[in-house]
């Protein structure tokens, strides 16, 4: 974990994905034994949720092996984050997909905010927890300097879409199509969603954030309008022909 008197940068392949930890402020004792637990934390999450591994709890409770009750604490509160995140999107997120148990479409976001809370916890104020291209983002870069954040184009490689500026404390989450192809399904249809190509989400905190950008991407058509009826987050759509899509306030974080 490499560290400077200007901050702590720290890179970990866990969870099938890249993690990043950008920290700017002084690396006292205190936030680097943070960092250490923020990196163990998220291995402990992989073996509890992974659904690759079937030894991992998830598995082991989708298959009736064990009860709810027999699991680590954590998987009741991502259960019913997922029941919420489901509630408040018409059941466009759904924890079983493809009619298996998959909390996948928030685990992600809620193991890189939970990262991010650590360090803040520790005394680290100004801070980016990167968690596969969906970030929590607290403080500013630099002295008076916000955080600067490229959101990739998903239909011109090496472009990108737009530049977000955080000014405080904010999450990003964009679901899209060019990386995975069109693996997001339609929960009520069961079918790939091909309306959009990418969308990405703004809010105060990257758990539901990331949920609501899966679950605004399954609803394709009318995803922004959906958006904008949740307080406190902003969207950008990119359709398969180029042509974006704003939510009425996404012109305070973007161009």
Known sequence: MPDTAQGLRHVEQVMGTVFSFDIRDRPTPAVRRALAESVRRLHRVDAVF????????????A??????????????????????????????????????????????????????????EAGARHTCVNGGGDLQLRGQA????PWRIGIAHPLRRGHLATVITAHDDLAIATS????????????????????????????????????????????????????????????????????????SGFRRYGS
Not at 50 to 61: F, G, N, Q, V, W
Not at 142 to 145: G, L, Y
Not at 206 to 211: E, G, H, N, R, V
């Open 142 to 145: 630099a002295d008076s300097a």
């Open 176 to 247: 899209g199509t060019a990386e995975r192809g069109a693996h997001i399904l339609d929960p009520h249809r069961g079918t790939p969603v091909t309306a959009l190509a990418s969308l990405t989400v703004i809010g105060p905190r990257l758990t539901m954030t990331d949920a609501y950008a899966t679950a605004a991407f399954a609803r394709g058509d009318g995803a922004c309008d959906w958006i904008e009826t949740l307080p406190g987050h902003e969207a950008l759509a990119i359709l398969p022909d180029g042509r974006q899509i704003r939510t």
């Open 50 to 61: 992974s659904t690759y591994r079937r030894d991992s709890h998830i598995r082991r409770l």
């Open 63 to 120: 298959r009736g092996d064990v009860s709810l009750s027999d699991c680590p604490p954590e998987v009741a509160e991502v259960l019913s984050l997922c029941t919420r995140a489901a509630h408040d999107s018409d059941g466009y997120f759904s924890s079983s997909p493809a009619g298996a148990l998959d909390p996948s479409g928030l685990v992600k976001g809620w193991a890189t905010e939970a990262a991010s809370q650590l360090l803040h």
